[in-house]
């Protein structure tokens, strides 16, 4: 998170607290909103994803655990919107483990997505890749 201009990697009670408290007032920061965050007196970020990514790897942190990532949104053939977590799966060196990408998604076009950025997606004893809130979904796991 983003608190006081500062970028905080692991929360004592009292800033959890104050993220839990900002609730959807907090910025979604992702790469491209790091600087903005950072240089803003009273925004509070609360990273996504990419953002994560990016802190975590300027750190020396090489892997975070997430509940899931983002992906390409259903009817992004018309309007485009595929989140940032993809591209910085490509091209941030850290590892990410999750329950999969979040079931609202295009799931099957967020694979292919992953696949052109040469992003490994790896499933965890099963052949069934997971979806968020769900432990399978209808999708192959590209490695097992």
Do not use: W
Not at 127 to 144: G, H, T
Request: contains cysteine; glycine residues 12%; charged residues 15%.
């Amino acid at each position: 998170a983003i608190l006081n201009q500062k970028i905080h990697i692991g929360l004592t009670d009292d800033a959890l607290e104050t993220l839990g408290k900002t609730g959807l007032q907090a910025h979604k920061t992702s790469r491209r909103d790091i600087a903005y965050v950072l240089s803003t007196p009273g925004l509070i970020g609360a990273t996504t994803v990419s953002g994560t990514m990016v802190i975590a790897h300027q750190a020396g942190i090489s892997f975070f655990v997430t509940g899931g990532i983002g992906g390409v949104h259903r009817g992004a053939t018309d309007t485009m919107d595929i989140s940032a977590d993809l591209t910085e799966l490509g091209r941030t060196p850290v590892t990410v483990i999750c329950a999969g990408i979040k079931s609202i998604l295009d799931i099957g076009l967020t694979l292919e997505y992953l696949e052109t950025q040469g992003v490994p997606v790896i499933s965890y004893k099963s052949d069934k890749l997971p979806a968020f809130f769900v432990s399978q979904s209808e999708f192959n796991a590209p490695i097992r």
